[in-house]
C-alpha cells in the first residue's frame, strides 16, 4: 500500500484535536442555496437557528418559500443577523430561480455535466464558484475539494498554494496543490473541507493565531517563517 499524502495525515491531527465535524443540517442542493442566503455574518449556531425556523415555519421547498409572505420569512431572517430585509428578498429570489429554470426541483442540476451545473447554481444569489462547488461536492455529484476563506487560509499557510491579489486566484492555486494529496472521492473531500475550516476557525485565524496551540504547527510554513 502506497504512503498516506502528507495532507491526509494531518487532517489526521486535526481531527484528533476538534473531533469528527458534524455535517450542516441542510441536504438537498435547494436546502444548501436556503442555508447560504438565510444568514449572514453569523455563527454556525446562529445559522442553524435560521435555517431550521425557516423549515418548520415555511418550508424548505421552492414552492413554499415562494408561497410565504414577507412577515413570515422576516421572523425567519431577523434570527440570522444583518440586513434581514434583504436576505428575505434573496430567499424568494432563490425559490423563482429554482421554479423558473428548474421546476422546482434543482436535484436535476446534479446529473448534468459539471461545467453546466456549477453555471445553474451560480444563477442563485449568495452562491459564486466556491459555493457551487461546495454544493455539487455536498451532494455527491462531483469531488471538488471545495474551500470557503477559513480553509483556504489554512491550506495557504501550510504551503499548498501561494497568495495571490485576488480570492479567485489563491483559490485556485490553493485547490490545484492541495487536491492530488487526498482521494479524489466526495467523502474524503467532503472531511477536508469541513476539518480545514473548523481549525480556521477555532486556531488558525486570521489575526492573531494560536499557532503554540496548533497540532500540525511543526508542518507550516507560516509558523516556520513567524517563528
Excluded at 35 to 44: G, M
Excluded at 49 to 60: I, P, S
Excluded at 96 to 121: M, N, W, Y
Aim: with cysteine.
Amino acid at each position: 500500500m502506497a504512503p498516506r499524502k502528507k495532507l491526509a495525515r494531518l487532517l489526521d491531527r486535526l481531527e484528533q484535536r476538534h473531533g469528527v465535524q458534524r455535517p450542516p443540517p441542510a441536504k438537498s442542493a435547494f436546502e444548501l442555496v436556503l442555508w447560504e442566503n438565510v444568514a449572514y455574518l453569523v455563527s454556525d449556531e446562529q445559522r442553524e437557528t435560521a435555517f431550521l425556523a425557516l423549515v418548520k415555519q415555511v418550508g424548505r421547498t421552492p414552492a413554499a418559500i415562494r408561497a410565504a409572505s414577507r412577515e413570515a420569512l422576516l421572523d425567519v431572517t431577523v434570527l440570522g443577523g444583518m440586513h434581514p430585509e434583504r436576505r428575505v428578498s434573496k430567499l424568494t429570489e432563490c425559490a423563482d430561480i429554482a421554479l423558473e429554470h428548474h421546476g422546482g426541483k434543482l436535484e436535476s442540476v446534479l446529473a448534468r455535466p459539471t461545467p453546466e451545473a456549477r453555471r445553474a447554481l451560480k444563477r442563485f444569489p449568495g452562491i459564486g464558484e466556491p459555493g457551487a462547488q461546495k454544493i455539487l461536492l455536498f451532494r455527491g455529484a462531483h469531488p471538488y475539494l471545495a474551500l470557503e476563506s477559513n480553509g483556504l487560509r489554512v491550506l495557504v499557510r501550510l504551503g499548498w498554494g501561494e497568495e495571490a491579489k485576488s480570492y479567485a486566484a489563491t483559490y485556485r492555486s490553493a485547490q490545484a496543490a492541495a487536491e492530488p494529496e487526498l482521494a479524489a472521492t466526495c467523502p474524503a473531500r467532503v472531511r477536508a473541507h469541513h476539518l480545514l475550516r473548523k481549525h480556521g476557525q477555532v486556531t488558525c485565524k486570521h489575526s492573531a493565531p494560536h499557532c503554540d496551540e496548533c497540532p500540525i504547527s511543526t508542518a507550516c510554513a507560516y509558523y516556520a517563517r513567524e517563528d
